[in-house]
């Protein structure tokens, strides 16, 4: 959902060749887009397909429009949900499924800073189990997100989620501070795989309470101190036991870099 131009597409509106020829001489593609453009039909359509493309572009990457997008790739989901953070007024409450490359790239640090300030819960799905999308990659995972008015940094973070019942039943769990129905000694501890499955089960260490302590210890592990806390890249532990090992290394002060 990014307004990027693709000039191939839009020629192949027109003229099915340019996506189904691979890699044609440039002579010979240049010759056939004159020939086509040629004609006043097609040279409107092709200009107008670009005029929207760079429009769309320069809009949501405006600091006028949305400053948070500044510098970042612009993407329609990001805007969108921008979008709602400014409708929610002063009590309300939104919740978005969209995806969550906003949490890890290099440049969307003043975006993730915006969103864990209005975040109270987070859950990550991956789609291994196609119980979600049946005709979308197996490897794609997205996001469910409630966003409330900005505060102190604080949410409740799962990850590695494959089933949707899995997010309001470790939250309920992790409220009552109880452990699922039946679970004993040789359940073992919630993780991606339990006995060569993929793990559905519900469970309160599944929750990981995020804040400013969490999100500096997480920056120490990336090394990535050189960025603000509040716009440190999200990590996905699976289970707060994780975390005695996440601290642990991110003390170490012997790094590969150096």
């Known amino acids: 959902m990014r307004p990027e131009w693709d000039q191939n597409g ?25 020939k086509l453009l040629s004609s006043e039909r097609a040279c409107k359509f ?3 397909e670009l005029t929207d493309t760079v429009g769309k572009r320069d809009f949501f990457g405006s600091a006028a429009s949305y400053d948070l997008l500044v510098g970042t790739q612009p993407d329609f989901y990001r805007a969108f949900m921008i979008r709602t953070w400014r409708n929610i007024g002063e009590s309300g409450v939104v919740g978005l499924l969209h995806p969550d490359t906003h949490f890890s790239g290099a440049r969307e640090g003043a975006l993730r800073a915006a969103a864990y300030k209005r975040l109270r819960v987070h859950g990550n799905f991956v789609n291994e189990m196609q ?8 490897a794609v995972s ?3 997100h409630i966003y409330g008015r900005p505060q102190e940094i604080r949410f409740a973070h799962l990850s590695w989620l494959v089933d949707a019942a899995q997010l ?22 919630p993780g991606v795989r339990y006995k060569g499955e993929w793990d559905g089960r519900p469970h309160p260490d599944r929750v990981i309470i995020v804040d400013r302590e969490i999100l500096a210890l ?41």
């Not at 119980?131 to 197996?138: G, L, N, Q, S, T």
């Not at 309001?168 to 501890?189: E, K, R």
């Not at 920056?219 to 603000?228: F, G, K, V, Y």
């Open 46 to 48: 092709f200009l107008t």
């Open 218 to 258: 997480w920056s120490r592990l990336a090394d990535n101190e050189d960025l603000p806390v509040d716009q440190a890249r999200l990590l996905s532990p699976v289970s707060g036991t994780e975390h005695a090992a996440i601290r642990a290394l991110a003390n170490c002060a012997n790094r590969l870099g150096r």
């Open 131 to 138: 119980r979600f999308f049946e005709d979308v990659h197996h």
């Open 10 to 34: 839009v020629l192949a509106e027109l003229d099915p060749w340019f996506e189904l020829q691979e890699k044609p001489p440039v002579p010979l593609h240049s010759a056939r887009k004159a």
């Open 168 to 189: 309001p039943a470790s939250l309920a769990l992790a409220a009552s501070g109880l452990l699922p129905p039946g679970w004993g000694p040789d359940s073992g501890t």
């Open 142 to 144: 997205f996001g469910v």
